[in-house]
């Protein structure tokens, strides 16, 4: 977790895509972390006693996540697939940091725009429709993946069940965003304020984010639930303003949160 923007450029957004058919996943007990890094996420979603599938790209974060969580993957709680989310699933390079492992990606302008030195990997691109057929729709999709987070949500469109709560880091294209998650379906949205994390608690279990950790979610999170528009007008006086200055402090940062249709 990082306070870095997205560099890839906006994948095509098909306005023409019918979203009559708005289904989530409420029932599922499966949380998809995308974007892995370090485990932290991990470990909480695994604490709160869900079914976990981490993805992450840099082979030696999977390997130490393999070691810190064996006991997790030899009794199926947990997988972890070492990939990339991508627009295909052929082999794609990915762009290490070797200073901020953070700041890894696909795109190597973006992994090395504080001109950190890159080791290039090769790795296997994922497309989302094909991990949610391999493994199941998650209750809650985690979506932090340098770059390429808005691939993630264009890619959303293609599956008719959704996950039904969704978070991703907001970077400069929070107004975007919001109205493609709106797009999708999801009718309820928070924003968190990512520098705070490590002060926030779990209502149902005992828990210490760590700094950098992306927190709680779903209905663990304590701030009401508001609309699209309602938070897009939030975000334009709170984070940034619709003509892209910034409002807040640089040491505050973000995560966007969706809530699919509660029955």
């Known amino acids: 977790m990082n ?33 892995m890094n370090n485990g932290d996420d991990t470990a909480y979603y695994l604490a709160r006693g869900f079914k976990v599938v981490s993805i992450e790209a840099n082979p030696k974060l ?3 996540a393999k070691k810190r969580f064996a006991g997790a993957v030899a009794n199926g709680q947990l997988s972890i697939i070492n990939a990339a989310v991508s627009d295909s ?16 990606s696909l795109d190597a302008a973006c992994a090395s725009r504080d001109g950190d030195p890159l080791n290039p990997v090769s790795v296997q691109g994922l497309l989302l429709s094909s991990l949610f057929s391999k ?8 979506v932090d993946v340098e770059g390429a987070d808005e691939m993630v949500l264009d890619q959303l469109s293609t599956v008719h069940i ?59 999170l304590r701030s009401p639930w508001v609309t699209g528009e309602e938070l897009l007008e939030h975000y334009s006086r709170v984070v940034r303003t619709r003509e892209g200055v910034r409002l ?15 029955a």
């Not at 019918?18 to 998809?32: A, P, R």
């Not at 493994?135 to 809650?140: A, C, D, H, Q, T």
């Not at 279990?205 to 663990?220: D, K, L, N, Q, Y």
């Open 135 to 142: 493994v199941g729709v998650p209750l809650y999709l985690k």
């Open 62 to 64: 999977c390997e130490h």
């Open 162 to 220: 959704k996950p039904q709560y969704l978070s991703v880091e907001d970077c400069r294209f929070g107004f975007r965003y919001i109205e493609k998650m709106s797009s999708l379906g999801y009718e309820g949205f928070q924003i968190v304020d990512q520098s705070l994390v490590p002060s926030m608690k779990d209502p149902f279990i005992e828990w210490s984010f760590a700094a950098g950790a992306s927190g709680p979610f779903g209905e663990a």
């Open 248 to 262: 807040a402090p640089r040491t505050h940062w973000w995560d966007i949160h969706a809530r699919g249709a509660v």
């Open 89 to 104: 699933e052929s082999e794609q390079v990915f762009y290490v940091n070797t200073v901020n492992d953070h700041l890894s």
């Open 3 to 35: 306070r870095a923007c997205a560099c890839f450029a906006p994948s095509p957004w098909l306005a023409s895509k019918n979203f009559d058919m708005k289904k989530f996943s409420s029932e599922s007990d499966l949380v998809i972390d995308l974007g």
